[in-house]
């Protein structure tokens, strides 16, 4: 049974059927159950994990209406923000939204580094994320590459061959590298190991000083989404996500 199926069937936690519905953060919506401001069917619930399925739920005297079931929003992200809710780490890709979109329930599925701009995927879905992120799936990431230095003269070969990186006795899976003159390059992965770009590039012999990714799966970031913008990702979308087809 997918993660979407089962979470049907058992119905949403009461905090979190409101956090879909845009109304509070899962803490914020939290705090609002133990103060007695939501009324399930009429009665006041002060449990949080309560799961909702048809019931009637109010916050206050207006009718909380029922929340859809995932929303998934695609973002360009600009560099120098981070991909976490520690707000420690700021500033933060969640700086980013605003309003009830701010209250949702959003988690990123792949995330990027600070210094890291392009496509990312935010989402309700905890099934997207997995089918995104789980490394069975090897799904094709490309990343446009800038950098300085030069690059092995087997550097092509090397990644498809796999890379060592560090102390990790495991060679990188097989990568496309394509070389583009001037300090350019694209790299394709199909796994997804901490600044695994940064670090692949670096063992060929060159420092990358810009990363940009452009697509996942056969979904290319779209030319006209600007940097640091962000639009609900369709079901066309989503497919071309999961398509698994060669780059």
Known sequence: MSASKSTSSRGLRLDAYLSRAGLASRREARILIRKSQVCVDGEVCRDAARRIHSEMVTLGEETVESPAAHVDFLMHKPIGLACSHDQRESPLVFDLLDGALARRDLEIAGRLDRETSGLLILTTDGDLIHQLTHPTRKLPKRYRIQYKGELAVDAVEQCQAGILLGNDPRPTRPAELELQGAGKATLVLREGRTHQVRRMIRALGG???????????????????LSGDLRPLDPGGRALLLSDKSL
């Open 207 to 225: 420092e990358v000083v810009g990363l940009h990714r452009d697509r996942v799966g056969n979904f290319i970031l779209p030319d006209d989404l």
